[in-house]
C-alpha cells in the first residue's frame, strides 16, 4: 500500500486536517501487524476505527484513565502484585485476558503487565485478539465478512455496543482512505519485488568433455618391409 496516499485520505475526514508523527508511527505498527495477518480491508478498517477511538485519538497504546480506580480489577492482584487496568490499543483488562494473551504471543504480560504499553506487543494483542475473539468472545468475522460490514455491530468484538454507531463511522472513514491507498493490492509483476520465474538466470549448460587428439598407429606390416629394407642395405655396405 501507499502510506503517503492513505495518511493524505485520513488526515482530513478523520483526524481534522492534521497529523502528529506519533499518530502516524502508531498507524504504522497497526497497519504492519494488519498487513501480516493478511487482513481484508474491513477488518483492517475496523482495527483502526477501534484503535482511534480507544486511544483517545492518539494512535497510540494508552492506559485506562483512573487506571482502574473504583474497579475490581483496579486492586493489586493478591499473588502478582500486580495491576490489571485497561493499556494498548484495545484497553487490555483483568488478569485472564493478560494470562490469555501471555500464552498466545510469549511475552511475560502476567509479570510486566505494562509490556501492553508497547507498540508492537498492543498492536498483536488488537489483531490477534479481535481475529480470535479474545476480548468478548466475538470475532471479526461475525460482523466484518459481510457484505457490507456490519460497523455498527463489530463493536460487540470489543465492548458491547458502546459507542457503537460512532466508532462505524469512523471505520466507513478508514475504509475509504485504504481503499485509496491500495491496502491488500498485489505487488505488479514488473516490480523489483517479483520478479517473474522465467527471468531469473537458468543453470549453465554443461561443458562439452574435453578431446584428445589420438595419432593413427603406423601400419605394423610397413614397418616390418622398413626394417628388413634397411638391415639388407647396411649389411652390404658392411
Known amino acids: 500500500m501507499n502510506l503517503a496516499t492513505f495518511y493524505d485520505a485520513v488526515r482530513a475526514p478523520v483526524f481534522g486536517g492534521k497529523l502528529s ?3 502516524v508511527d502508531g498507524m504504522g505498527f497497526l497497519l504492519s501487524a494488519m498487513e501480516k495477518a493478511h487482513w481484508p480491508i474491513a ?35 493478591k499473588k502478582t502484585g500486580q495491576t490489571y487496568y485497561g493499556r494498548g ?30 507498540a508492537d506487543i498492543a ?26 460490514p456490519d460497523y455498527v455491530n463489530a463493536r460487540r468484538i470489543i465492548n458491547g455496543t458502546d459507542k457503537a454507531a460512532l466508532i462505524a463511522g ?36 554443461e561443458p562439452p568433455p574435453a578431446t584428445v587428439r589420438v595419432e593413427p598407429i603406423p601400419n605394423p606390416s610397413f614397418l616390418s618391409r622398413f626394417f628388413s629394407a634397411l638391415a639388407r642395405r647396411l649389411k652390404g655396405a658392411a
Do not use: C
Request: cysteine-free.
Open 170 to 205: 469512523y471505520a466507513t472513514k478508514f475504509e475509504a482512505a485504504l481503499k485509496a491507498s491500495g491496502y491488500g493490492a498485489p505487488v505488479p509483476a514488473n516490480t523489483p519485488d517479483a520478479v517473474p520465474v522465467e527471468a531469473l538466470p537458468q543453470a549453465l549448460p
Open 21 to 23: 508523527q506519533s499518530q
Open 89 to 118: 490499543y484495545v484497553q487490555l483488562t483483568w488478569l485472564f485476558n493478560y494470562e490469555k494473551a501471555q500464552d498466545e504471543l510469549g511475552q511475560p504480560l502476567v509479570s510486566n503487565p505494562d509490556l501492553a504499553m508497547r
Open 43 to 77: 477488518h483492517a478498517a475496523y482495527g483502526l476505527a477501534t484503535a482511534f477511538h480507544e486511544t483517545a485519538r492518539t494512535m497510540l497504546p494508552i492506559a485506562e484513565y483512573g487506571k482502574g480506580k473504583g474497579k475490581a480489577y483496579g486492586v493489586p492482584d
Open 123 to 148: 498492536a498483536d494483542v488488537m489483531v490477534r485478539g479481535m481475529q480470535e475473539g479474545w476480548f468478548t468472545g466475538k470475532a471479526n468475522r461475525a460482523y466484518l465478512d459481510k457484505a457490507p
